[in-house]
Structure formats: structure tokens, C-alpha cells
């Protein structure tokens, strides 16, 4: 099975300031067509896990610029420019390359 | 509006089983792949088990293979999980989500819990 590694897997951020995700695979995430299948999910508590990033940088619709996703092969990462108050909550990263599929463990966002 | 709601959740003993459904609506069911994805109380995310349009593909887990059955009827816009022979270890919240290779949507999780 691909291994997903997120670090850190808590981050205390102050408000306005930047965060950064890291998540590594034990494999490349290369598809034979040619993409990344690199997902990035935001789950605030009590909800339901929400895509923020697919293909490794696209972003979703009504995800807010701050929201960035890069990286290729086998390490990828999730910028946050600036923290706002609603991205608390749990960051995962999810390999849609390989069966089985597989999560990171996930980043708890908090705020300072 | 795109909308998956679930049902059939519960408290089931051990060996139990118990059946998940996954009402959808506001896109055309038939042509996405479907997923479930399950999430133990306080625990990251672990997929569970994907089928393809047709029917003809599934995908599972090891740690659920040959006790769980996943299925669609597209006649119903509805996807399902069986669940059989449920272990402690399967106690989570169940979520059903669109797509294979990424989850572009999600129902709310539906909990079941196995204890005696």
C-alpha cells in the first residue's frame, strides 16, 4: 500500500500569518495517463471532509485563493497564505493514484 | 444541488450485520463512480470501498474484504454497503462520496457502532 506521511501533524498558526503542509508518498503518484491524483480535504469539526485541492494545485470551486496546492512525484504540499479564523480543523492529503487509496494522517489546524 | 443522504446506521453486536444506503440527487448518479470512506471516533480516514458506473468493478479494503459488499442500483440513484460479520474494530462514521480517483463531494456520516 502507498504510505502517505503529512507533517507537522499539529500546527498552531497566528491569524494573517502563513501555514505550510507537507505530504509525502512511499510511491509516485504518477497515473499511466499522465496526472497526479493528489487530493487535498479540509475537515472542520463535526463536519464532513471538503475538497479543497484535486490534481495536486487545482483548486475547487469557492475555495478562497489563500489555498494553494504544489509538488509532483512524491512530495506535495499545501500552502495556506494567510490563516483565517474558519480554516481550523483537519487537514488530510488522499493518493487516488493507486488501489488501495489512502489518506495522510492529518494536519489539526489551530489557532495561537 | 448535488446531495448524497444516508441512512442505516446503528448499534449492531459483534457478527452483526447492517446495510448502508446512499441516497443520490442533483447529478446524473449513473455516470460517477462511487466511494465509502469510514472514519473511527477521533481517527483519520480510511477508504473502505469504491464501484465503478457499471457495476462491474469494485474495490475493497483488506480489512473489510470479504464481509463487505458494496452495490449500486442506478435505477434508484442509491449506493450501498453491506455490512457482515462487523467487528469492534469497524465502529466509525460512514461517509458515501463521488468519485474513485478524488471525493469532490460527501454525504454526512452516517455512525455505526459495533459493542455488545
Known amino acids: 500500500d502507498v504510505v502517505m506521511t503529512q507533517s507537522p501533524l499539529s500546527l498552531p498558526v497566528t491569524l494573517g500569518q502563513p501555514a505550510s503542509i507537507s505530504c509525502r508518498s512511499s510511491?509516485?503518484?504518477?497515473?499511466?495517463?499522465?496526472?497526479?491524483?493528489l487530493n487535498w480535504f479540509h475537515q472542520r469539526p463535526g463536519q464532513s471532509p471538503r475538497r479543497l485541492i484535486y490534481?495536486?494545485?487545482n483548486r475547487d470551486s469557492g475555495v478562497p485563493d489563500r489555498f494553494s496546492g504544489s509538488g509532483s512525484g512524491t512530495d506535495f504540499t499545501l500552502k495556506i497564505s494567510r490563516v483565517e479564523a474558519e480554516d481550523v480543523g483537519v487537514f488530510f492529503c488522499?493518493?487516488?493514484?493507486?488501489?488501495?487509496?489512502?489518506f495522510g494522517q492529518g494536519t489539526k489546524v489551530e489557532i495561537k | 444541488e448535488v446531495q448524497l443522504l444516508k441512512s442505516g446506521g446503528g448499534l449492531v453486536q459483534p457478527g452483526g450485520s447492517l446495510r448502508l444506503s446512499c441516497a443520490a440527487s442533483g447529478f446524473t448518479f449513473s455516470n460517477y463512480a462511487m466511494t465509502w470512506v469510514r472514519q473511527a471516533p477521533g481517527k483519520g480516514l480510511e477508504w473502505v470501498s469504491s464501484?465503478?458506473?457499471?457495476?462491474?468493478?469494485?474495490y475493497y479494503a483488506d480489512s473489510v474484504k470479504g464481509r463487505f459488499t458494496i452495490s449500486r442500483d442506478n435505477s434508484k440513484n442509491t449506493l450501498y454497503l453491506q455490512m457482515d460479520s462487523l467487528r469492534a474494530e469497524d465502529t466509525a462514521l460512514y461517509y458515501c462520496?463521488?468519485?474513485?480517483?478524488?471525493?469532490?463531494?460527501w454525504g454526512q456520516g452516517t455512525l455505526v457502532t459495533v459493542s455488545s
Open positions: 488522499m493518493q487516488g493514484t493507486h488501489w488501495p487509496r489512502t
Open positions: 510511491q509516485s503518484l504518477v497515473y499511466s495517463d499522465g496526472n497526479t491524483y
Open positions: 464501484i465503478s458506473t457499471s457495476v462491474t468493478v469494485t
Open positions: 462520496a463521488r468519485g474513485t480517483t478524488t471525493y469532490d463531494y
Open positions: 490534481k495536486v494545485s
